[in-house]
């Protein structure tokens, strides 16, 4: 019973200093650090592109055709169920063709020659209007006006 007693001071004590103990501060951690990629340079060349989702000219129109043909033969009969597939086909193929025109977009690609000697294709502009000669400055693989 002696040793039951001792052990229950011992723990109580322990419990009671260890609440009064001061916690080391920890670290203050903030948002990671990210390293930024810049150098200079001259603009080279210009290049425009047109990005399309790499459908081939004109699948569009065909597209739109057989459906507009395939519409169009759902109404009249004899002679006007033929003129109305007609009709149906050639106003498809003109809306397929401007679907596929709209979908696809002037891009820039931008070759800057580097301060270090290199040369560097970027498809993402920043902000300005960029000619060639111009000075720029490029922050992780984009290039702004320097």
């Given amino acids: 019973m002696k040793f039951r007693a001792v052990g229950m001071i011992v723990l109580a004590s322990a419990a009671l200093l260890g609440g009064c103990a001061y916690p080391a501060p920890y670290p203050v951690y903030g948002p990671p650090a990210v390293a930024q990629r810049t150098e200079y340079g001259v603009v080279e060349a210009i290049d425009m592109y047109r990005d399309g989702g790499g459908a081939p000219i004109g ?5 739109g055709g057989v459906a507009g043909g395939i519409v ?11 003129v109305a597939t007609i009709a149906g ?3 498809g193929a003109a809306v397929g063709h401007e679907v596929q025109k709209s979908n696809a977009r002037d891009r820039y690609r931008v070759i800057v020659r580097l ?12 902000q300005g209007e960029l000619r060639v000669g111009d000075r720029v400055r490029l922050v992780n693989n984009r290039v702004y006006r320097y």
Avoid at 115 to 126: N, P
């Fill in 59 to 63: 699948l569009g129109a065909i597209i």
């Fill in 115 to 126: 301060d270090s000697g290199g040369t560097v294709a970027l498809d993402q502009v920043g």
């Fill in 89 to 91: 086909a050639l106003g």
């Fill in 72 to 82: 169009g033969h759902q109404f009249g009969g004899g002679t006007g169920n033929t």
